[in-house]
């Protein structure tokens, strides 16, 4: 029994299905179903329909380079009947199949390995955007509390700040005052020196000149 591919989508042709199409350069298509026929016909690249494996295998969701694959090639080579080793490649065969489909499940995994990881990323951002959709209302209330606990302290801290700035401006006018009181004094103390100076030296001198004219 023969298996034939489609030619467009790449799926399997089994005996009495599908269409065939002769070319007049004799070459031969085959179909698997009239929509592929259609769009041959349509002249579209299978390459560029998403859902052919010629487009999975050109975006690596599918293995292109494998040994496995290379049994399916056609030869040409006439081979005498032997019972024994028909048997042995039917065998062969079934342990090829497989191991294909084992290394198939293997790319499959490995290349979903970071779609997991987008999609792990999607959901959690779409969880911390739509939170209080899902969150029960003592939850949002404990946040809140917990958000205030953390404001306390800085606000704390802003108002130390401010009361040491503040403590700090009242010292330097405390200080400007206390000199400019000791500027004072000090210019208080010079004018009464200088008052009580004068009327002893005018007395000094009223006595001078007595002492002069009772000589004389």
């Known amino acids: 029994m023969r298996i ?19 070319r007049n350069d004799s070459k031969v298509f085959r179909f698997c ?16 329909v998403a859902w052919t494996k010629a487009f999975r295998r050109a975006r690596g969701k599918e293995m ?32 090829i199949q497989q191991i294909r489909q084992a290394r ?10 970071v779609k997991k990881v987008m999609e792990t990323d999607a959901a ?18 404990m ?7 953390l404001e306390e302290p800085e606000e704390m801290a802003t108002e130390t700040t401010e009361s040491a700035a503040a403590d700090a401006s009242v010292d330097r006018a405390l200080l400007s005052e206390k000199t400019s009181t000791a500027e004072k004094t000090q210019e ?12 002893q030296r005018r007395q000094k001198k009223k006595a001078a ?7 004389t």
């Not at 946040?143 to 606990?149: G, I, P, S, T, W």
């Not at 000149?209 to 000589?215: K, L």
Request: hydrophobic share 30%; glycine share 4%.
């Open 4 to 22: 034939q591919n489609c030619w467009f989508c790449g799926s399997r042709i089994y005996p009495g299905h599908g269409t065939a199409f002769v």
């Open 33 to 48: 179903r009239s929509k592929c026929h259609k769009n041959f016909k349509m002249k579209r690249n299978p390459r560029k």
């Open 64 to 95: 292109t380079v494998d040994t496995t694959l290379e049994l399916e090639k056609k030869r040409n080579r006439p081979i005498k009947y032997d019972r024994e080793l028909m048997g042995s490649t039917v065998r062969a065969m079934k342990r």
């Open 104 to 113: 198939a499940d293997a790319h499959f995994d490995e290349r979903m390995k």
């Open 124 to 141: 959690l951002l779409e969880l911390e955007r739509d939170r209080h959709l899902v969150e029960p209302d003592f939850v949002r209330m």
């Open 143 to 149: 946040r809140a509390r917990e958000a205030k606990k």
């Open 188 to 199: 208080l103390k010079k004018k009464t020196r200088k008052q009580v100076k004068t009327p």
């Open 209 to 215: 000149e007595g002492s002069m004219d009772i000589s």
